[in-house]
Protein backbone atom coordinates (compact mmCIF):
# COMPACT_ATOMS: atom_id res chain seq x y z
CA UNK A 1 0.00 0.00 0.00
CA UNK A 2 2.94 2.26 0.96
CA UNK A 3 4.33 1.76 -2.63
CA UNK A 4 1.06 2.53 -4.21
CA UNK A 5 0.70 5.78 -2.25
CA UNK A 6 4.44 6.67 -2.98
CA UNK A 7 4.22 5.79 -6.76
CA UNK A 8 6.44 2.99 -6.94
CA UNK A 9 4.23 0.05 -7.17
CA UNK A 10 1.51 -0.03 -9.95
CA UNK A 11 -1.57 -0.19 -8.75
CA UNK A 12 -2.41 -2.81 -11.74
CA UNK A 13 -5.18 -5.38 -11.32
CA UNK A 14 -3.34 -7.65 -8.79
CA UNK A 15 -2.79 -5.22 -6.50
CA UNK A 16 -6.43 -3.85 -6.69
CA UNK A 17 -7.25 -7.30 -6.44
CA UNK A 18 -5.92 -7.89 -3.34
CA UNK A 19 -6.79 -4.33 -2.28
CA UNK A 20 -10.55 -4.56 -2.76
CA UNK A 21 -10.82 -8.39 -1.28
CA UNK A 22 -9.11 -6.77 2.42
CA UNK A 23 -12.49 -6.31 4.87
CA UNK A 24 -11.09 -3.00 6.40
CA UNK A 25 -12.07 -4.71 9.82
CA UNK A 26 -8.79 -3.22 11.39
CA UNK A 27 -8.82 -6.06 13.23
CA UNK A 28 -4.81 -5.83 12.61
CA UNK A 29 -4.58 -2.28 14.22
CA UNK A 30 -5.25 -3.52 18.11
CA UNK A 31 -2.37 -6.13 17.22
CA UNK A 32 0.31 -4.16 15.68
CA UNK A 33 3.19 -3.81 18.19
CA UNK A 34 3.76 -0.69 16.20
CA UNK A 35 -0.03 0.76 16.13
CA UNK A 36 0.09 0.97 12.41
CA UNK A 37 -3.20 2.60 11.44
CA UNK A 38 -4.15 0.20 8.97
CA UNK A 39 -7.81 1.52 7.69
CA UNK A 40 -5.57 5.07 7.57
CA UNK A 41 -3.56 3.27 5.11
CA UNK A 42 -6.03 1.33 3.36
CA UNK A 43 -8.18 4.40 2.59
CA UNK A 44 -5.09 6.17 0.69
CA UNK A 45 -4.15 2.84 -0.99
CA UNK A 46 -8.45 2.57 -2.20
CA UNK A 47 -8.22 6.40 -3.00
CA UNK A 48 -4.82 5.76 -5.38
CA UNK A 49 -5.98 3.05 -7.32
CA UNK A 50 -9.64 4.74 -8.03
CA UNK A 51 -8.34 8.20 -8.35
CA UNK A 52 -5.98 7.15 -11.24
CA UNK A 53 -7.37 3.57 -12.82
CA UNK A 54 -9.87 3.48 -15.81
CA UNK A 55 -12.70 2.18 -14.81
CA UNK A 56 -15.45 0.48 -16.58
CA UNK A 57 -18.40 2.98 -17.80
CA UNK A 58 -20.55 0.51 -15.57
CA UNK A 59 -18.51 0.82 -13.10
CA UNK A 60 -18.20 5.02 -12.71
CA UNK A 61 -21.72 5.42 -13.07
CA UNK A 62 -22.38 3.27 -10.23
CA UNK A 63 -19.78 4.89 -8.17
CA UNK A 64 -21.06 8.63 -9.26
CA UNK A 65 -25.46 7.27 -8.26
CA UNK A 66 -24.18 5.93 -4.72
CA UNK A 67 -21.60 8.17 -3.83
CA UNK A 68 -22.46 11.56 -5.65
CA UNK A 69 -26.22 10.51 -6.28
CA UNK A 70 -27.60 9.01 -2.99
CA UNK A 71 -25.82 8.97 0.12
CA UNK A 72 -24.56 12.50 0.48
CA UNK A 73 -28.94 13.03 0.06
CA UNK A 74 -30.63 12.40 2.87
CA UNK A 75 -34.43 13.13 1.11
CA UNK A 76 -33.91 11.39 -1.78
CA UNK A 77 -32.08 7.67 0.55
CA UNK A 78 -35.68 8.84 2.88
CA UNK A 79 -37.78 8.39 -1.12
CA UNK A 80 -35.93 5.53 -1.88
CA UNK A 81 -36.71 3.82 1.46
CA UNK A 82 -39.84 4.93 1.08
CA UNK A 83 -40.46 3.04 -2.25
CA UNK A 84 -39.00 0.09 -0.70
CA UNK A 85 -41.30 0.28 2.17
CA UNK A 86 -44.47 0.40 -0.51
CA UNK A 87 -42.83 -2.18 -2.13
CA UNK A 88 -43.23 -4.21 0.94
CA UNK A 89 -46.63 -3.21 1.88
CA UNK A 90 -48.22 -3.80 -1.21
CA UNK A 91 -48.27 -6.69 -2.13
CA UNK A 92 -45.58 -6.02 -4.76
CA UNK A 93 -42.43 -8.24 -2.54
CA UNK A 94 -44.88 -11.53 -2.38
CA UNK A 95 -45.75 -11.26 -6.13
CA UNK A 96 -42.03 -10.84 -6.70
CA UNK A 97 -41.19 -13.24 -5.09
CA UNK A 98 -44.16 -15.90 -5.92
CA UNK A 99 -43.54 -15.66 -9.32
CA UNK A 100 -39.92 -15.77 -9.16
CA UNK A 101 -39.05 -12.38 -10.46
CA UNK A 102 -36.80 -11.72 -7.24
CA UNK A 103 -34.16 -14.54 -8.93
CA UNK A 104 -33.10 -12.46 -12.08
CA UNK A 105 -31.27 -10.20 -9.67
CA UNK A 106 -27.69 -11.05 -8.45
CA UNK A 107 -27.67 -14.06 -5.66
CA UNK A 108 -25.89 -11.21 -3.35
CA UNK A 109 -28.78 -8.74 -3.97
CA UNK A 110 -31.41 -10.97 -3.54
CA UNK A 111 -29.75 -12.16 -0.15
CA UNK A 112 -29.81 -9.12 1.48
CA UNK A 113 -33.75 -8.36 -0.23
CA UNK A 114 -34.37 -11.13 1.55
CA UNK A 115 -33.49 -10.24 5.45
CA UNK A 116 -34.63 -6.69 4.98
CA UNK A 117 -36.51 -5.14 8.20
CA UNK A 118 -40.10 -3.82 7.67
CA UNK A 119 -39.12 -0.53 6.58
CA UNK A 120 -41.55 2.80 7.74
CA UNK A 121 -43.84 4.86 5.29
CA UNK A 122 -41.82 8.12 4.09
CA UNK A 123 -44.04 10.52 5.83
CA UNK A 124 -42.88 8.23 9.10
CA UNK A 125 -39.48 9.07 8.28
CA UNK A 126 -39.98 12.35 7.40
CA UNK A 127 -41.46 13.36 10.60
CA UNK A 128 -38.43 13.56 13.39
CA UNK A 129 -37.71 15.43 16.24
CA UNK A 130 -34.83 17.96 16.86
CA UNK A 131 -35.11 18.14 21.01
CA UNK A 132 -36.21 15.40 23.43
CA UNK A 133 -36.12 16.22 27.01
CA UNK A 134 -35.02 13.91 29.65
CA UNK A 135 -36.86 11.59 31.68
CA UNK A 136 -36.40 12.38 35.69
CA UNK A 137 -33.37 14.07 36.15
CA UNK A 138 -31.29 15.51 33.64
CA UNK A 139 -27.93 14.33 34.37
CA UNK A 140 -26.44 15.20 30.99
CA UNK A 141 -26.76 17.26 27.67
CA UNK A 142 -25.94 14.95 24.09
CA UNK A 143 -26.21 15.06 20.53
CA UNK A 144 -27.79 12.22 18.60
CA UNK A 145 -26.06 11.23 15.18
CA UNK A 146 -29.08 9.77 13.74
CA UNK A 147 -27.28 8.60 10.67
CA UNK A 148 -28.29 7.70 6.90
CA UNK A 149 -29.80 4.16 6.89
CA UNK A 150 -29.71 4.14 10.78
CA UNK A 151 -32.78 6.94 10.32
CA UNK A 152 -34.82 5.37 7.56
CA UNK A 153 -34.62 1.35 7.67
CA UNK A 154 -33.63 1.20 11.01
CA UNK A 155 -36.05 4.12 12.79
CA UNK A 156 -36.87 2.18 15.47
CA UNK A 157 -33.62 1.15 16.42
CA UNK A 158 -32.87 5.21 16.38
CA UNK A 159 -35.75 5.65 18.22
CA UNK A 160 -35.53 3.24 20.86
CA UNK A 161 -31.97 4.69 21.16
CA UNK A 162 -33.31 8.16 21.80
CA UNK A 163 -35.47 6.64 24.57
CA UNK A 164 -32.80 4.86 26.39
CA UNK A 165 -30.99 7.92 26.71
CA UNK A 166 -34.09 9.74 27.31
CA UNK A 167 -34.58 7.34 30.38
CA UNK A 168 -31.18 7.28 31.60
CA UNK A 169 -31.34 11.04 32.02
CA UNK A 170 -30.23 12.64 28.84
CA UNK A 171 -31.64 15.59 27.31
CA UNK A 172 -31.14 15.01 23.69
CA UNK A 173 -30.58 17.63 20.58
CA UNK A 174 -30.91 16.29 17.30
CA UNK A 175 -29.37 18.54 14.58
CA UNK A 176 -31.87 18.71 11.55
CA UNK A 177 -28.84 19.73 9.18
CA UNK A 178 -26.84 16.82 9.91
CA UNK A 179 -26.05 13.80 7.32
CA UNK A 180 -24.45 10.86 6.43
CA UNK A 181 -21.13 9.83 8.09
CA UNK A 182 -19.45 9.26 4.97
CA UNK A 183 -17.50 5.97 5.92
CA UNK A 184 -18.80 4.09 2.76
CA UNK A 185 -17.10 6.97 0.32
CA UNK A 186 -14.10 6.68 2.66
CA UNK A 187 -13.88 3.01 2.88
CA UNK A 188 -13.96 3.37 -1.21
CA UNK A 189 -11.52 5.79 -1.94
CA UNK A 190 -13.41 8.54 -2.60
CA UNK A 191 -11.96 10.59 0.53
CA UNK A 192 -12.73 14.04 -1.42
CA UNK A 193 -16.32 13.19 -1.08
CA UNK A 194 -15.98 12.14 2.73
CA UNK A 195 -14.58 15.56 3.69
CA UNK A 196 -17.57 17.56 2.39
CA UNK A 197 -20.17 15.05 4.33
CA UNK A 198 -17.44 15.36 7.11
CA UNK A 199 -17.45 19.07 7.25
CA UNK A 200 -21.14 19.47 7.11
CA UNK A 201 -21.58 17.37 9.88
CA UNK A 202 -18.65 19.20 11.98
CA UNK A 203 -21.01 22.76 11.15
CA UNK A 204 -24.05 20.60 12.17
CA UNK A 205 -22.99 19.87 15.72
CA UNK A 206 -20.36 22.07 16.22
CA UNK A 207 -22.62 25.40 17.58
CA UNK A 208 -24.33 22.54 19.87
CA UNK A 209 -23.29 23.12 23.46
CA UNK A 210 -23.71 19.73 24.90
CA UNK A 211 -21.30 16.74 26.58
CA UNK A 212 -21.13 13.97 23.77
CA UNK A 213 -22.16 13.47 20.84
CA UNK A 214 -24.18 10.17 20.80
CA UNK A 215 -23.85 7.10 17.78
CA UNK A 216 -25.46 3.95 17.83
CA UNK A 217 -24.19 1.88 14.44
CA UNK A 218 -20.56 0.84 15.07
CA UNK A 219 -18.94 1.88 11.58
CA UNK A 220 -20.66 5.28 11.68
CA UNK A 221 -19.19 5.97 14.83
CA UNK A 222 -15.85 4.84 14.17
CA UNK A 223 -15.75 6.91 11.14
CA UNK A 224 -17.03 9.96 13.16
CA UNK A 225 -14.23 9.26 16.02
CA UNK A 226 -11.70 9.51 12.83
CA UNK A 227 -12.99 12.93 11.61
CA UNK A 228 -9.56 14.30 13.07
CA UNK A 229 -7.35 11.99 11.68
CA UNK A 230 -9.23 12.67 7.77
CA UNK A 231 -8.22 16.24 8.29
CA UNK A 232 -4.88 16.10 9.97
CA UNK A 233 -3.46 17.95 6.83
CA UNK A 234 -5.79 20.67 6.70
CA UNK A 235 -4.84 23.71 8.65
CA UNK A 236 -8.00 25.24 8.59
CA UNK A 237 -10.15 21.90 9.84
CA UNK A 238 -8.10 19.98 11.64
CA UNK A 239 -8.72 22.04 15.00
CA UNK A 240 -13.10 21.92 14.31
CA UNK A 241 -12.69 18.26 13.67
CA UNK A 242 -10.49 17.19 16.51
CA UNK A 243 -13.32 18.82 18.62
CA UNK A 244 -15.62 17.32 17.06
CA UNK A 245 -14.10 13.57 17.17
CA UNK A 246 -13.81 13.96 20.40
CA UNK A 247 -17.36 14.45 21.78
CA UNK A 248 -17.99 10.95 19.72
CA UNK A 249 -19.64 8.40 22.10
CA UNK A 250 -21.00 4.81 21.61
CA UNK A 251 -24.27 4.47 23.09
CA UNK A 252 -23.24 1.36 25.29
CA UNK A 253 -20.29 3.42 26.74
CA UNK A 254 -22.49 6.16 28.32
CA UNK A 255 -25.30 4.01 29.57
CA UNK A 256 -22.94 2.41 31.54
CA UNK A 257 -21.59 5.72 32.46
CA UNK A 258 -25.05 6.35 33.78
CA UNK A 259 -25.74 3.01 35.24
CA UNK A 260 -28.06 1.81 32.97
CA UNK A 261 -27.07 -1.50 34.11
CA UNK A 262 -28.44 -1.24 37.69
CA UNK A 263 -32.62 0.07 36.26
CA UNK A 264 -33.31 -3.76 36.89
CA UNK A 265 -33.82 -5.30 34.08
CA UNK A 266 -35.18 -8.49 32.98
CA UNK A 267 -35.85 -10.73 30.39
CA UNK A 268 -37.26 -13.97 29.68
CA UNK A 269 -34.73 -16.95 30.32
CA UNK A 270 -32.87 -17.61 27.30
CA UNK A 271 -29.17 -17.76 26.58
CA UNK A 272 -27.58 -14.64 24.75
CA UNK A 273 -24.38 -14.34 22.68
CA UNK A 274 -22.65 -11.12 20.78
CA UNK A 275 -21.80 -10.76 17.73
CA UNK A 276 -18.49 -7.41 18.16
CA UNK A 277 -18.70 -4.76 15.71
CA UNK A 278 -15.75 -4.67 14.13
CA UNK A 279 -15.43 -1.06 13.84
CA UNK A 280 -16.79 -0.36 17.46
CA UNK A 281 -14.14 -2.89 18.80
CA UNK A 282 -10.99 -1.79 16.86
CA UNK A 283 -11.77 1.84 15.76
CA UNK A 284 -13.42 2.71 19.54
CA UNK A 285 -12.46 0.47 21.50
CA UNK A 286 -15.39 -0.34 22.68
CA UNK A 287 -15.13 -4.11 23.88
CA UNK A 288 -16.83 -4.60 27.67
CA UNK A 289 -19.89 -2.31 27.46
CA UNK A 290 -21.96 -4.04 25.46
CA UNK A 291 -21.33 -7.17 27.58
CA UNK A 292 -22.11 -5.64 30.62
CA UNK A 293 -25.23 -4.15 29.96
CA UNK A 294 -26.50 -7.69 28.38
CA UNK A 295 -24.97 -9.24 31.86
CA UNK A 296 -26.93 -7.29 34.25
CA UNK A 297 -30.25 -8.25 32.56
CA UNK A 298 -32.15 -10.91 34.54
CA UNK A 299 -32.67 -14.31 33.00
CA UNK A 300 -30.42 -13.56 30.43
CA UNK A 301 -27.47 -16.38 30.29
CA UNK A 302 -24.57 -14.62 28.85
CA UNK A 303 -22.26 -17.48 26.51
CA UNK A 304 -18.90 -15.55 25.16
CA UNK A 305 -19.16 -16.60 21.25
CA UNK A 306 -15.48 -18.12 20.55
CA UNK A 307 -14.17 -15.66 17.85
CA UNK A 308 -16.99 -13.08 18.73
CA UNK A 309 -14.44 -10.59 17.15
CA UNK A 310 -13.84 -12.33 14.04
CA UNK A 311 -15.72 -10.10 11.44
CA UNK A 312 -18.84 -11.23 10.38
CA UNK A 313 -18.11 -10.89 6.36
CA UNK A 314 -20.46 -7.57 5.91
CA UNK A 315 -17.76 -4.50 6.13
CA UNK A 316 -20.12 -2.36 4.48
CA UNK A 317 -20.77 -2.97 1.43
CA UNK A 318 -18.48 -6.51 1.03
CA UNK A 319 -21.14 -8.44 1.16
CA UNK A 320 -22.69 -7.59 -2.18
CA UNK A 321 -19.48 -6.87 -3.86
CA UNK A 322 -17.44 -9.71 -2.97
CA UNK A 323 -20.62 -12.01 -2.20
CA UNK A 324 -18.87 -15.14 -2.16
CA UNK A 325 -15.98 -14.43 -0.06
CA UNK A 326 -18.09 -12.86 2.64
CA UNK A 327 -20.46 -15.81 2.80
CA UNK A 328 -17.08 -18.37 3.75
CA UNK A 329 -16.76 -15.59 6.21
CA UNK A 330 -20.14 -15.88 7.39
CA UNK A 331 -19.81 -19.90 7.51
CA UNK A 332 -17.01 -19.38 10.07
CA UNK A 333 -18.85 -17.13 12.01
CA UNK A 334 -22.32 -19.42 12.02
CA UNK A 335 -20.09 -22.27 12.87
CA UNK A 336 -18.66 -20.56 15.78
CA UNK A 337 -22.04 -19.11 16.79
CA UNK A 338 -23.96 -22.59 17.00
CA UNK A 339 -21.63 -23.61 20.02
CA UNK A 340 -23.07 -21.55 21.88
CA UNK A 341 -26.96 -22.71 21.28
CA UNK A 342 -27.80 -18.73 21.66
CA UNK A 343 -31.27 -18.08 21.04
CA UNK A 344 -30.51 -14.52 20.70
CA UNK A 345 -27.37 -12.89 19.20
CA UNK A 346 -26.65 -9.28 19.62
CA UNK A 347 -24.94 -7.06 18.26
CA UNK A 348 -24.09 -3.12 17.35
CA UNK A 349 -23.83 -2.34 13.94
CA UNK A 350 -26.93 -2.64 11.29
CA UNK A 351 -24.85 -4.70 8.56
CA UNK A 352 -23.67 -7.24 10.98
CA UNK A 353 -27.16 -6.94 12.07
CA UNK A 354 -28.39 -8.21 8.63
CA UNK A 355 -25.32 -10.38 7.99
CA UNK A 356 -26.34 -12.46 10.86
CA UNK A 357 -29.39 -12.12 9.76
CA UNK A 358 -28.31 -13.97 6.48
CA UNK A 359 -26.24 -16.50 8.80
CA UNK A 360 -29.79 -17.21 10.62
CA UNK A 361 -31.05 -17.56 7.29
CA UNK A 362 -29.16 -19.65 5.30
CA UNK A 363 -28.67 -22.33 8.19
CA UNK A 364 -32.46 -22.96 8.46
CA UNK A 365 -33.10 -21.72 12.06
CA UNK A 366 -34.99 -18.37 11.66
CA UNK A 367 -37.82 -19.87 13.72
CA UNK A 368 -35.38 -20.44 16.41
CA UNK A 369 -33.02 -17.83 16.54
CA UNK A 370 -32.84 -13.74 16.42
CA UNK A 371 -30.92 -11.23 15.61
CA UNK A 372 -30.90 -7.74 17.23
CA UNK A 373 -29.54 -4.83 18.00
CA UNK A 374 -28.06 -3.80 21.52
CA UNK A 375 -30.54 -0.86 21.96
CA UNK A 376 -33.71 -3.08 20.98
CA UNK A 377 -33.10 -5.87 23.59
CA UNK A 378 -32.41 -3.09 26.06
CA UNK A 379 -35.82 -1.47 25.50
CA UNK A 380 -37.26 -4.98 25.58
CA UNK A 381 -36.09 -5.36 28.87
CA UNK A 382 -37.11 -1.99 30.20
CA UNK A 383 -40.74 -2.29 29.13
CA UNK A 384 -40.42 -6.30 30.61
CA UNK A 385 -38.86 -5.24 33.64
CA UNK A 386 -41.42 -2.40 34.33
CA UNK A 387 -44.38 -4.02 32.94
CA UNK A 388 -44.63 -0.84 30.33
CA UNK A 389 -46.42 -1.73 26.76
CA UNK A 390 -44.77 0.63 24.48
CA UNK A 391 -44.87 -2.00 21.63
CA UNK A 392 -44.18 1.62 19.08
CA UNK A 393 -41.33 3.76 20.37
CA UNK A 394 -41.81 6.16 17.06
CA UNK A 395 -44.63 7.50 17.85
CA UNK A 396 -43.75 8.15 21.05
CA UNK A 397 -40.79 9.80 20.28
CA UNK A 398 -42.94 11.91 17.53
CA UNK A 399 -45.46 12.79 20.31
CA UNK A 400 -42.26 14.44 22.26
CA UNK A 401 -40.70 16.43 19.89
CA UNK A 402 -44.07 18.11 19.04
Known amino acids: MKGVIDGIIEPDEEVKRSIDLCLGCRACEPACPSGVNFGQLLEQAREAIYQTKELSLVHRLTRKVVFEGLFPHQNRLINLAGLTSFYQKSGLQYITRKIGLINFLPKSLTSMESILPEIPKRK ?37 TMKLLQLAGCEIVIPKSQGCCGALHGHSGERNHAKDMAKKNIIAFEKENIDYIITNAGGCGAFLYDYETLFKNDPEWKSRARYFSRKIKDISSILMDLDFKNFNLEMEDQIVTYQDSCHLKNGQHIFDEPRELIKSIKGVTYIEMDDASHCCGSAGIYNIIEHEMSMKILDYKMNKYKETKARTIITSNPGCLLQMQLGVKREGLEDNVRVVHLVDFLIESFRLSNNEQLPNYTDSIIEQSQ
Open 124 to 160: VMKKRPEHLPAINKRKKKVAFFSGCLMDTIFLSTNDA
